[in-house]
């Protein structure tokens, strides 16, 4: 079974910095586009960065220049570094990749469990 699993929430004063990481575990054939996507309470989900195999990277408009997505293909680990930050950036933030099981499966989305970001100001 495939499971994300995301570390390196936590408190942090405003302009400051945090380092999230998401290690992927299981039996798989290919990690696709990994990102990362957050929420914060009474909003919906969305999408903060995401990361091609590749390395083809893309930010929403309000973190570009402040956060940087990377990955490690040969640990199946994406990270997401996050500097100057705000308190309008406290959410709970969740990683995402696509994954293929085996070669006989189609490609399929999975969710981490999420860590908190609270930024104080």
């Known amino acids: 079974q495939v499971q994300l699993v995301e570390s390196g929430g936590g408190l942090v004063q405003s302009g400051g910095s945090l380092r999230l990481s998401c290690a992927t575990s299981g039996s798989f054939t290919n990690i696709y586009t990994m990102g990362w996507y957050r929420q914060a309470p009474g909003k919906q989900r969305d999408m903060v960065a995401t990361?091609?195999?590749?390395?083809?990277?893309n930010y929403e408009d309000p973190v570009k220049g402040r956060f940087t997505v990377s990955r490690d293909n040969a640990k199946n680990t994406v990270y997401l570094k996050m500097d100057s930050l705000k308190p309008e950036d406290t959410a709970v933030y969740y990683c995402n990749a696509d994954i293929k099981l085996t070669r006989w499966v189609n490609m399929r989305n999975y969710w981490g469990q999420g860590t908190q970001v609270t930024v104080s100001s």
């Open positions: 990361i091609t195999k590749s390395g083809t990277t």
